[in-house]
């Protein structure tokens, strides 16, 4: 069968109109989403927790008069939702039940929109691939041999199957990004410190921002303003409705190293279409030394690892291998990583900290800045990643995908992925990956109201999917 319902393909602006226009009620949607949850998630596995029961008795008490009127929401599993529990896809977090929102969540809840569930992710974001050893991986919607990416991969997968127009993602070094770039759907990653807090004590990490995956620009535009904290020291954006006059000066550069043609294909094609719709295209040096950013990144990500070692040691009085609550792959990972010493972390934070003075200073060139989302359209599915152990060569190979966005993160700087075209050698999506200033989220929104004019890529993946879903569900 096909799966269809009286509200597919509606985005999460379009729901909200019916219910203040009383054409539907956020209890009808709701049961059509929760519908499709039960038809897809046995398929896809994008879920690790469903509350449908929650879901539908706060309808009974949906805010209408607030801009998304109650329509149903995932969150990503890896944010305090009061209630729900929280696993960042480990068995050692499975206990773990928040007792209360973070303020992102108390946000995301002011603006309407009623959270039906926790989507899935690889084990507390180690890895390429939407993959742990509690929930399994989770499959494309295009293409179930290949992957979504990670660490939003079960949002994207959620989002790209028509179960929600719209789903939460967090964005460490390039978790909306590229899981929006495999599944042809648009992922917004904030300037650092733009959003309200998703962090229990109320701050704001390094690298990772909240904000969401969409099928439309505008839901995420508006979203957006909705979640953005107005007090904070960026100047606030507002909801940007539609594109601008101004043309900009865009930078764009050279690969770093191989890439699948069907990358370099698709990146011209923005290039040459930037161009006709008047833009000035400038060819630029990519600020960042892949060798220097390895190693600098791995010696930052074994800070997190080390913690989480002391932790698992300190409760279990084992060591983290033979803990049995991580899989081999992260505990082989703080196991390997456990020797870098102090003075190696304090010049790969400094190089780190760096980052944002080099973008800052090719900003001074260049509006906006065009880059491959990654080298690689998608990685293959890979239902056993959790398993392996940690290398360095594995550890290379990690950084390799997340070249063009993890730094992006460090300098603070907002970017999005724009899905731009379907890559002849794969079949699969394949998205531009736009950079700004730090605060200049409204130049890139505005900028994707244009290219998703122009581009429209979803109309053939929606013929792609009505194939897949009737593949996969007869």
Known sequence: MIISDQFAGLDTIDLAKLVERHEATALEITDAV??????????????????????????????????????????????????????????????????QNVAYVD???????????????????????????????????????????????????????????MAHGTDGGGSNRLPA????????????????????????????????????????????????????????????????????RIGYVSPIGPVDEDVTTALTRTRDLLSSMGHTLVKVKFPVNLDEFTNAYTAFFSTRLTLLRQMVEASTGKPIGDSGLVTPFVASGAEALRDLSEGQIERAMLYLHSLQDLFEQLFQEVDILLTPVSPVVCPKLDQ???????????????????????????????????????????????????????????????????????????????????????SLTS
């Not at 929109?113 to 494309?140: M, R």
């Not at 969401?212 to 909801?239: D, H, I, M, W």
Request: net charge neutral; proline share 6%.
């Open 107 to 165: 946000a995301i809840e002011d603006a309407g929109l009623n959270i039906l569930g926790l989507t899935n992710v690889p084990e507390f974001a180690a890895g390429i691939t939407t993959d742990n050893a509690v929930f399994g991986a989770t499959k494309n919607p295009l293409n179930p041999e290949y992957s979504v990416f990670s660490s939003s991969g079960g949002s994207a997968a959620a989002v790209a199957s028509g179960v929600v127009s």
């Open 384 to 470: 056993d990643a959790w398993n392996r152990t940690w290398n360095e060569d594995l550890a290379a190979k990690m950084v390799m995908h997340l070249q063009y966005t993890a730094p992006i993160n460090f300098a603070g700087c907002p970017a999005m992925s724009v899905p731009c075209a379907i890559g002849s050698n794969t079949g699969m999506p394949v998205g531009s990956h736009l950079i700004a200033p730090i605060g200049g989220e409204r130049r890139l929104f505005e900028l994707a109201y244009e290219l998703e004019a122009e581009l429209q890529p979803m109309n053939q993946l929606d013929c792609m999917l009505r194939l897949q879903w009737a």
């Open 34 to 99: 929760i519908n499709r949850i039960e038809a897809l998630n046995p398929v896809l596995n994008f879920m690790t927790r469903c509350d449908f029961d929650r879901a539908r008795d706060r309808t009974r008490n949906a805010r209408t008069a607030t801009p998304f009127a109650g329509v149903p929401f995932l969150m990503k599993d890896m944010i305090d939702v009061g209630g729900l529990p929280r696993t960042d896809g480990s068995r050692l977090m499975l206990q773990n039940v928040p007792q």
């Open 181 to 248: 770039s495999a599944t042809g759907i648009f992922g917004m990653k904030p300037s650092r410190g733009r959003m309200h807090s998703g962090e229990a004590g109320g701050g704001h990490d390094i690298a990772k921002t909240n904000h969401v995956l969409s099928r439309t620009v505008r839901e995420s535009a508006l979203l957006f303003s909705l979640t953005e904290n107005k007090t904070g020291a960026l100047r606030p954006v507002g909801y940007v409705a539609a594109p601008c006059a101004d043309r900009l």
